[in-house]
């Protein structure tokens, strides 16, 4: 969200008074351009769950096969 808001135009006061936040937060995570958490899991990644994915999918061509 800080992102789209920033992209929009806001700048970082008017970020940290919408969403409430300090705007130490919102500065730090606009250099550290973090992702919307939708935004990161529409992505793909799956993080800590790769490999339970991987071993759901080994197992599942297993018994289908």
Known sequence: MILHLRRQGLSVSEI???IGINRK???RDIA???EDPIMA???????CLNPILATCASASRH???
Do not use: D, N, Q
């Open 63 to 65: 018994i289908l096969a």
């Open 16 to 18: 940290a008074r919408v």
């Open 32 to 34: 550290g351009g973090l």
């Open 25 to 27: 937060t919102v500065r």
């Open 41 to 47: 899991r529409a992505s793909g990644s799956h993080g």
